[in-house]
């Protein structure tokens, strides 16, 4: 039997458990709650049901028999719970896995031995394998799958977990647990998982029958796929994987709350209302976030047919590509002037896939004040979250886009009459006044420089991961995405730590690609065990270290609000600050990956194709002065007025 968490008691809407319920308007909720009215009883079915996370699959079945598989098992042989585990996960389409093996997970790992589909990469520690399957995720598309054991083990998944639901990345975690007989009995290693992780997953499991295993994976795998994905966590007692089975593949999905919360088409008069918006409109801005990374093609033509300039989100970033004449770069807090400018002159704001978040909105009331807001959205709870809009469709953003670009190629002759000309000169006009730039001091590596040679060197075709701090912001300011999963970093939790995983699992996902990870010696360091595991697994993950010696993002703000006091900012060793402290090309030789350093200016372009020529992994610490600020800056809470686009930390405040 799969039991379904219930939620937290501080959740007091709850819809009705009565059998007519089910026929009346759903009461909405955040999208973490579930409608559980009830204690968990572990002897008791819960029926699973899911509020505002809507499904972008018009066309399943409950019922729907799985693809033909063959299995290594003859169809009446009985087999342990862990191998039909591993086998459910095959019949997804699995072919990759970051685990990490311990004692109530290791029934688990002998099952991955025996088979002939799945690869596991083995992280060195259990965060760097959820950021490893985040960064599986956000290169391929589909669902990342990581595997740790009970207690530290789960724990260490957390923060991945919450990364993972605040960017809406389809994941699927499975932890080993205590048998079930021992749960609640405060056993070694033992942690309430589930319980832990509720408010940070789409869906969690506790797995008490073992014959429920087929269905649950199945269902774990649509709920982190459909909709607006996420991150969903599937916790298997030990006695549960190994109990022998004969398992029942065609077992149908349970999933009647979630299904009938399906999204019906756009509505048709509301796309035509868009439509007129648009032609009604001087100023139009579109402002795209992570939602439009699945429907960029759809993105460029309505571009192409409307001519309306793009302003991108931090996770918005290659899904218009960023060198297109018609492309603001990002907006936001770290955004440039003119992405900033034309949202704060629009007209008409479209607001397509996006959450309206702190880091880009600043102060609510000031943002987009003179426009008309348009939001589409596949998830109803964000749709008048922050910023009310006139018009809103909850839907998947890729067909409403669908809709709008046969509404517009309809009439294409009227179209011929929507001239934005003189609102792109105007935004012309700021690219030309306020342009990205940096200040260079003799033989100094500028960070931005060295990302730029990046950029030149690769012609924008490499995947890129980062950290969190400075060095993601000029990797997102620098480097000209051209399409969507090239760009990887953790935007809403802002985790450190994330890059060089999150590359491990672009380059397992996307074997031939270029992958590199633009990362801080902050960052870079909390999980440079992962060294281990790109040497072992000889995947070509060039890291470009922009080395600083400092938490650069803390230190630019104390810079610039605390009178540059030094609050534990400092990385290095504070009796030698001479020297390079710690040594990451000692990091590097001790996990047998090549690396060199860069200290001058003129050397950078050689060093960095060296890095791109060499096979397999490489390491390149760049260092780098930390007076930098990154620029355009909008304070915390400000608004457009309040723009700073010079100094650093060379000045006083």
Request: some cysteine; charged content about 20%; hydrophobic content about 40%.
């Amino acid at each position: 039997m799969a039991a379904a968490a219930p939620p937290p008691p501080s959740f007091t809407k709850t819809l009705s458990h009565s059998p007519s319920s089910s026929a009346k308007s759903p009461t909405l909720l955040p999208r973490s709650t579930f409608p559980f009215t009830r204690p968990l009883l572990l002897i008791h079915r819960r029926r699973f049901t899911v509020n505002n996370v809507i499904s972008t699959n018009h066309n399943v079945s409950l019922s729907q028999p799985p693809e033909t598989f063959i299995s290594r098992f003859d169809p009446d042989e009985p087999r342990k719970g862990c191998d039909v585990l591993v086998e459910a996960l095959e019949r997804e389409g699995v072919t990759d896995v970051f685990a990490y093996p311990g004692g109530a997970s290791m029934e688990i790992h002998q099952a991955l031995t025996r088979s002939n589909i799945i690869r596991n990469v083995l992280p060195r520690h259990e965060q760097g394998g959820v950021f490893a399957a985040e960064g599986y995720a956000r290169a391929t598309g589909f669902p990342g799958v990581c595997i740790a054991t009970s207690g530290p083990g789960a724990t260490n998944l957390v923060s991945g977990l919450a990364d993972a639901l605040l960017d809406s990345i389809p994941m699927v975690a499975i932890t080993g647990q205590v048998p079930r007989r021992m749960i609640g009995t405060d056993a070694f290693q033992e942690t309430p998982i589930v319980e832990v992780t509720r408010s940070i997953t789409k869906h969690n499991y506790l797995v008490l029958d073992v014959e429920d295993i087929p269905r649950v994976v199945r269902e774990a795998f649509f709920l982190a796929k459909s909709g607006r994905p996420g991150p969903v966590l599937i916790d298997v007692p030990k006695d549960i994987q190994q109990q022998l089975v004969i398992p029942n593949w065609d077992q149908p999905m349970r999933l009647p709350g979630y299904m009938s919360r399906l999204p019906k088409l756009p509505n048709e008069m509301l796309l035509e209302q868009i439509v007129r918006l648009i032609s009604e409109s001087k100023k139009p801005v579109l402002y795209v976030g992570g939602g439009c990374s699945q429907s960029s093609e759809e993105l460029r033509r309505f571009v192409e047919l409307t001519g309306i300039p793009v302003a991108s989100t931090l996770m918005g970033l290659g899904a218009f590509p960023t060198g297109d004449d018609l492309s603001l770069q990002m907006l936001g807090m770290h955004g440039t002037v003119y992405a900033n400018y034309a949202v704060d002159s629009s007209d008409l704001l479209l607001a397509f896939g996006v959450r309206f978040d702190d880091r880009v909105t600043g102060k609510l009331e000031a943002f987009a004040s003179r426009a008309k807001i348009v939001h589409i959205d596949i998830d109803s709870a964000e749709i008048g979250k922050n910023k009310q809009p006139h018009v809103s469709i909850c839907a998947d953003i890729k067909l409403a886009l669908q809709g709008l670009n046969s509404i517009l190629e309809g009439k294409e002759a009227k179209l011929k009459k929507l001239d934005f000309s003189a609102w792109r000169q105007e935004l012309n006009e700021q690219k030309v006044k306020y342009p990205l730039n940096y200040k260079t001091f003799g033989d100094a590596i500028p960070p931005q420089y060295a990302i730029q040679v990046l950029d030149e060197l690769t012609d924008g075709n490499a995947i890129v991961s980062t950290g969190v701090g400075q060095h993601q912001m000029w990797a997102a300011q620098y480097y000209k995405y051209k399409k969507p999963r090239q760009w990887l970093t953790s935007g809403g939790l802002g985790a450190m730590g994330f890059g060089l995983p999150a590359a491990i699992g672009a380059a397992v996902g996307r074997p031939g690609e270029i992958v590199v990870d633009i990362d801080g010696d902050g960052s870079f360091i909390m999980n440079v065990q992962e060294l281990a595991t790109i040497k072992v697994e000889n995947l070509p993950v060039k890291i470009m270290l922009l080395n600083n010696q400092h938490l650069g993002m803390v230190v630019q703000w104390e810079d610039r609000f605390y009178k540059a006091n030094r609050a534990h900012t400092y990385l290095g060793n504070p009796t030698n600050e001479e020297e390079i402290f710690p040594n990451m090309l000692k990091f590097a030789e001790a996990c047998g990956v090549p690396a060199a350093r860069v200290t001058h200016r003129d050397d950078v372009r050689a060093a960095i194709q060296k890095m791109l020529d060499t096979p397999g992994p490489y390491l390149l610490d760049v260092i780098v002065p930390h007076q930098e600020h990154v620029l355009p800056m909008i304070p915390s809470g400000g608004a457009f007025k309040d723009v700073i686009t010079e100094g650093d930390g060379r000045c006083s405040y």
